[in-house]
Structure formats: structure tokens, C-alpha cells
């Protein structure tokens, strides 16, 4: 089966540092992704990693360790438009008819304050 | 960036009667597409994976039968939701993989379908 656990919700002011958290076990692995979600739209990618270490892109950055199944995305100089759900993927192997499927965590909720 | 689209936005339709939902891949081509339905404040469930010139794949506990879908072109895939009744109502989203250069790491999503079954 799979697993994929995050906070539910977080809660940081404007310009501060968060950091979400993600574990995981999964069947198989091949990459791993953070997407940011509105609420009543579709997720949007933000980052993604497949070896270990830390992928920075402008304000956000994620991490994984592959030994130990979690990923964390840092959020820096935070912002009100900030305030979204953040997703935690796992992707599949890429065997067969099934090709690369995502599995979701729950969603982090994050509310940021002025 | 890669587009992908889906038609309807939102449906309201009453209970009993079925609903097509179209995703197309607008700039790439999407041999695999996936489908996942999310409910209020909830994470997105995968229901299958659909691929091009072959059945679907379901995930565990997903009538096949009761989600209908099909995938007759590289660009485009449906999904029909058959007999639909009120616990059917959920926000329908699809995701297309594009191969092609060098952006296989993503997944793009479509906007979603907001089904509203009465």
C-alpha cells in the first residue's frame, strides 16, 4: 500500500520561514513532488526530486532523503497569496500499463497571516 | 508550460443520468493520462489511469463499470460518469504526463470538473 503523511495545518506570518514536512512508504518510488493548491482549482507544480539532496527554486525549496522516506518544502519570505493547501506526491515506478501513477498525501493547509 | 484543459468546468445534472468529462493534452501528446476525484478539503484520489489504445487501469475500489473511460487519442481522454447519483458529486480532476522534451518529471493537471449531482 501507500503511505503519505503530512500535517494537516500550519500557520506562519508574512515573511517568515515554514517548513513542511512529508513521510512516506510506498511500494515503489520515482520521484517525488510538491504541488500548491487553491482552494476550488486545480494543484500546481512546484517542485520535484528523484535523487537525494536540496532543489532550490527562487522562494521554495524541497529536500528528500530517499534512506529515510521524506521530503520537506521550505517556504521563505512568505506571502498572503502564500495561503494554499501543499501536496506531497509520490510517483510510482513507470512499469506497465500503470505508468508513473501519483499518490497524494492529505494536503498541509497553510494560512499565512499578516 | 505544458496545458492541459478539461470540459465542462462544472455540471449540475440530476440523479440517474451520465455525465461525459473530457481532458486534452493542448501542446504535447499524453499516451498516459490520470484521473483522481477530490472531496471538500481532502487530498486528490487516484480512481485510474488511463491509457491510449488500451482498457484503463482502476485503482483498488473503483467501479469500473460505474466510471466509464476512454482514451481513443494521444491528446484525449473521458471520463463517464454512468448512473451518476448524489454521492457521485465531487471535483473530478485529470493529469497528463508529457515525455517529450525532457519534461517527463511532470505531471500537468487540468483545471477540474465540478459535478453536482441533484
Known amino acids: 500500500g501507500q503511505n503519505i503523511d503530512q500535517p494537516t495545518e500550519m500557520t506562519a506570518t508574512e515573511g517568515a520561514i515554514v517548513q513542511i514536512n512529508c513521510t512516506y512508504q510506498?511500494?515503489?518510488?520515482?520521484?517525488l513532488f510538491w504541488y500548491q493548491q487553491h482552494a476550488g482549482e486545480a494543484p500546481t507544480f512546484l517542485s520535484y526530486n528523484v535523487l537525494d539532496g536540496l532543489e532550490e527554486k527562487g522562494r521554495f525549496s524541497s529536500f528528500l532523503s530517499r534512506s529515510k522516506g521524506y521530503s520537506y518544502l521550505l517556504l521563505k519570505e512568505l506571502q498572503m497569496k502564500d495561503s494554499a493547501s501543499y501536496l506531497c506526491a509520490v510517483r510510482d515506478d513507470d512499469r506497465g500499463s500503470t505508468l508513473g501513477r501519483l499518490y497524494f498525501g492529505r494536503g498541509t493547509q497553510l494560512t499565512v497571516w499578516p | 508550460g505544458a496545458v492541459v484543459s478539461q470540459h465542462p468546468s462544472r455540471v449540475i445534472c440530476k440523479s440517474g443520468t451520465s455525465v461525459k468529462i473530457e481532458c486534452r493534452s493542448l501542446d504535447f501528446q499524453a499516451t498516459t493520462m490520470f484521473w483522481y476525484r477530490q472531496f471538500p478539503k481532502k487530498s486528490l484520489m487516484l480512481m485510474a489511469t488511463s491509457n491510449e489504445g488500451s482498457k484503463a487501469t482502476y485503482e483498488q475500489g473503483v467501479e469500473k463499470d460505474k466510471f466509464l473511460i476512454n482514451h481513443a487519442s494521444l491528446t484525449l481522454s473521458t471520463l463517464t460518469v454512468t448512473s451518476a447519483h448524489p454521492e457521485d458529486s465531487s471535483f473530478y480532476i485529470c493529469s497528463a504526463r508529457d515525455f517529450s522534451g525532457g519534461r517527463q518529471e511532470t505531471q500537468y493537471f487540468g483545471p477540474g470538473t465540478r459535478l453536482l449531482v441533484l
Open positions: 510506498t511500494s515503489g518510488f520515482n520521484g
